[in-house]
Structure formats: C-alpha cells, structure tokens
C-alpha cells in the first residue's frame, strides 16, 4: 500500500478491480451515453456517465456493498450501522438485503417519509430504519453509540478505503466503454468518495485526463480544505444539494483528492437549479441536484474544453417531486427573471391600477402580491414577486418604477431579510 504523510492508505487499481469483481450481479454496469444537446451547446464531445440509473438511483451501492462484502463472516453475524438521509441509506439497505444482513439505519427525524419508504422498500426485513434527532449530525453521533454498544461495523459514506475502492468501479467502467480519448472528466464532491476512487483509477490508466471535482458554493469543504492543506469544518453549508454539501470532508478522502485532482470547481445551487430543469425538459433525465453538478459546471469550464471529450459523472437520480417548486424558485433567482420588492403603495383607489398600467412591462407578471391597508398611514407596503420574460428586462423595470417615483426596497441582495419574507 501507498502511505501518505499521516498514516492515511490510500486506495488501489488493483483493489478496485477486485471490487468491480464483487459488485457482478450487484450493481448495473451503467452506460456511458453521448448527449447531443449538452454536445452542440458546448462545441464539445459531452458524454454523460449515468449513476442515476443505478439499482438504487446512485453509485451509493458500490461502495457500501464493497466494505461490506470485505468484512469477515464473524463482523457481519454482529450487523452493520449506517448514518445517511439519502442515498448512503438506500446503498446500505440494498446491500443488507443482498447479503442477507441485519443492517441498522439512522435517520434525521425530518428525513422526508419517501426517502425512509424507499430505505425500507430496499432493505426490506433485512433492515431496521431509527429516526433520532432533528439533524444529520444527530443520526451519525446514534449511530456511533450504537456501535459501540452493540459491537456492530460502521458503513461509513466516504472515509473508509473499502468505500473508496467501490466507488471507484465506476472509473474501471468509464474507462473501459470509452473508445476515445478521455480529456476531461468532471465528479462530484461531497465527503469525496467518489472523486478519490474514481480519480485513483484514471491517475494510473488515463494519466493525461484532467480530472475535475465539482462542489456546491454554498459548501465548498473540499476546496477550503485543499487551499488549507488540511481538512476544515464549514461554519455554515447551504444544505439544498443534498448529496454534496457536508461541512467536513475526510481526512483519508482529502489527501487522495489533494494528490489525484487538477482542479476543484465551485457551481452556484442556482445554476444546478437551471440545469436540473433543462435535462428534464430536453432529455427527459431525471437528476438530484448532486447529480446535476458536473452537467451545470460545464458552462464555467466553456472556453477549454470547446473540441474535447468530456465526460461528466451523473451520480444520482433520487429527487425528491415535492422540491420542485423549490427548484424552479433557485433557478429564476439565479438567471435574473424572479425579484421581490417591498413597495410602500399610496393609500388611494387607482395607486395598484397605476402601478400595473405605468410600471410593469408588457411581459412581466405579478407572481405575489401580498398587502394590507394601514389605516392609520399614507403609505401601505405591499409584498410583490415578479417575474421577467429576460434578464435585461430588469433595469428597465427599475428605471419606471424610479420615473413614477415608487417608494420601494429590492429584496434579493438582503439575504436575512429575503430568508425571512419569501
């Protein structure tokens, strides 16, 4: 094995083969698809690998079946304990399933009821699901204590070679139905599991493919972590790409990727949003916002990658329908069509009547209005959405609502306060 300076192991070719030989029958061979859209859009060869048609709608089973098949038969008489609101949880389940063992699954009490419906419909009697606490950190802190007290092995969802080197069967797979040339490849980052075991099999078969981790901005603890030289824990994440933002990386994940990686990239959750809804509509693929990311981070990488062969890691396909709104709501905001004002109305009859004939555009749309008459004063603040045809339509907007002399507040660059109103 190869050392690093703190004693860290890192993951093998050699031990990746062995897990693909593991996961036969286990995991789908997912394919490698050619996306004719995203191709023309960039003047690029985009391919997509797609882990979110996965037995379970992520590359989670690879690496959880793997540590599991890599324990002795006396470990796994005793069961296996899990800390996941996701797609770890369902990786787990599956694999307990498979292997006939007694898994125990911790879950945030606020873990959406389809999310633990689909625990248990994986894991079947195999499993049992224990929702404790209100937080991620509260799962994973029950989940120790149980260990401990049960004597039980720890499925951890990225820090553990034998994860690692499960995950990266999904570089073997790339490598091996890619019949070109392979000049980027782009992975998401969350703990960093899958951007280890994936960028250890191309550093030794693809030496020459640039290899390029994804991360949400609202939770960039790999980059901090390497701009650092050592792991940090993030104060604060935005949770929205739920498949990626962590506070804290691993510590064996983050010399692996310090070592395997040429660059970590930061992608806005809005523009995941954007992209989320575009492969829907234009390929009918079906992608959680961890899932999206690489695909959303090709409008930053444009200019190099024009001619190249591309590939970018769609590793999941659990969204969950009920945040779509959310979703749409992102990506309005972060294209520039959606903005909310606090406007003070002239309390008398014809002010709102002015307002839609003198000061919204022939395209713009009122998507919420919310106001209620003071009696007692001149003006009344209304709360109103709208919502543009185009970007550029904005300042114009501005300059009518100025030229009427509306007394108003622009919400979208007061973050405290547009948390609080929208």
Do not use: W
């Not at 190869?2 to 990746?16: G, R």
């Not at 999206?292 to 969204?319: H, Q, Y």
């Amino acid at each position: 094995m190869v050392e690093a300076d703190k004693n860290i192991t890192f993951p093998e070719v050699d031990n990746i083969y062995l897990a693909a030989d593991r996961l036969r029958g286990v995991a789908t061979h997912t394919p490698l698809q050619e996306n004719l859209n995203l191709s023309d859009k960039y003047s690029a060869n985009i391919f997509l690998k797609r882990e979110d048609l996965q037995v379970v709608r992520s590359y989670k089973i690879r690496g959880a079946y793997n540590k599991m098949a890599s324990l002795p038969p006396a470990a796994l008489a005793k069961g296996v304990v899990c800390a996941s609101a996701g797609n770890h949880a369902q990786g787990v389940a599956y694999a307990c399933r498979k292997m006939q063992v007694k898994g125990i699954i911790f879950m945030p009490t606020t873990t959406p009821n389809q999310k633990v419906k689909q625990v248990k419909l994986f894991g079947k009697e195999f499993v049992e699901v224990q929702l404790v606490g209100d937080t991620y950190d509260d799962a994973y802190h029950a989940a120790f204590d149980y260990v401990e007290t049960h004597d039980s092995t720890f499925v951890h969802p990225f820090d553990d070679l034998q994860v690692m080197e499960g995950q990266g069967t999904v570089g073997l797979e790339i490598f091996k139905d890619a019949h070109f040339k392979i000049d980027y490849l782009l992975m998401a980052i969350g703990g960093g599991g899958l951007a280890s075991g994936v960028s250890t099999v191309f550093r030794q078969l693809s030496p020459k493919t640039k290899l390029i981790g994804v991360e949400p901005q609202g939770s960039p603890s790999m980059k901090r972590a390497i701009e650092e030289g050592h792991v940090v824990t993030l104060d604060e994440i935005d949770k929205f790409v739920d498949g990626a933002a962590v506070k804290r990386t691993g510590e064996m994940t983050f010399e692996v990727c310090r070592r395997n990686l040429d660059q970590v990239l930061l992608v806005p959750e809005g523009k995941v949003c954007t992209t989320i809804l575009q492969l829907y509509n234009e390929d009918a693929i079906v992608a959680e916002p961890a899932g999206a990311l690489t695909i959303a981070a090709l409008d930053f990488l444009r200019d190099e990658i024009k001619g190249k062969n591309v590939v970018c890691l769609v590793s999941g396909g659990n969204n969950d329908i009920t945040r779509t709104e959310e979703i749409k709501e992102r990506s309005l905001l972060y294209e520039g069509l959606k903005h909310y004002f606090i406007i003070r109305f002239p309390q008398r009859a014809g002010a709102m009547r002015e307002f839609l004939s003198d000061v919204l555009g022939p395209t713009d749309d009122i998507t919420l209005f919310e106001y209620s008459k003071k009696t007692n004063r001149e003006r009344g603040p209304a709360l109103v959405g709208i919502e543009l045809k185009q970007k550029a339509d904005f300042e114009a907007l501005l300059d009518r609502m100025r030229n009427a002399k509306i007394h108003f507040e622009y919400l979208n660059d007061k973050p405290d306060l547009f948390e609080f109103l929208i």
